[in-house]
């Protein structure tokens, strides 16, 4: 017998359909509740169309600072998820670089706007 986990999303829109809160479960969690979040990405791969089938979205409460955050984390564990799964490590580094590079021009605007 194959064994099953269930991951649960809720989303709260408010009247324009933006998100106003984002919680989630999952069968193999050990949290007695749901979890909170100001955003999430979701990616399925379909083999058939060889197609990318995402799902992105934020809360009106996600900061754009939180936001440069969540895609630098993101973007790096790619890299590690692509270096595990394929022989290139090099192109796993391609995308941490890629990462430093984004975050550090965001900083910068960050740091110019400031002032």
């Given at each position: 017998?194959?064994?099953?986990?269930?991951?649960?999303?809720?989303?709260?829109?408010?009247?324009?359909?933006?998100?106003?809160?984002?919680e989630w479960t999952a069968t193999d969690s050990t949290a007695d509740r749901?979890?909170?979040?100001?955003?999430?990405?979701?990616?399925?791969?379909?083999?058939?169309?060889?197609?990318?089938?995402?799902?992105?979205?934020?809360?009106?409460?996600?900061?754009?600072?939180?936001?440069?955050?969540?895609?630098?984390?993101?973007?790096?564990?790619?890299?590690?998820?692509?270096?595990?799964?394929?022989?290139?490590?090099?192109?796993?580094?391609?995308?941490?670089?890629?990462?430093?590079?984004?975050?550090?021009?965001?900083?910068?605007?960050?740091?110019?706007?400031?002032?």
């Amino acid at each position: 017998m194959t064994k099953k986990s269930t991951i649960q999303i809720q989303v709260a829109l408010d009247e324009q359909k933006v998100p106003e809160s984002i919680e989630w479960t999952a069968t193999d969690s050990t949290a007695d509740r749901m979890n909170k979040a100001k955003a999430m990405m979701v990616a399925f791969w379909d083999g058939t169309d060889r197609t990318a089938l995402r799902i992105d979205l934020w809360t009106k409460e996600m900061m754009v600072d939180e936001m440069a955050d969540f895609f630098y984390q993101t973007l790096m564990t790619m890299a590690d998820t692509y270096q595990r799964a394929t022989p290139w490590a090099d192109q796993a580094d391609d995308m941490r670089a890629f990462a430093a590079d984004f975050y550090k021009k965001f900083e910068e605007k960050l740091k110019n706007q400031n002032q």
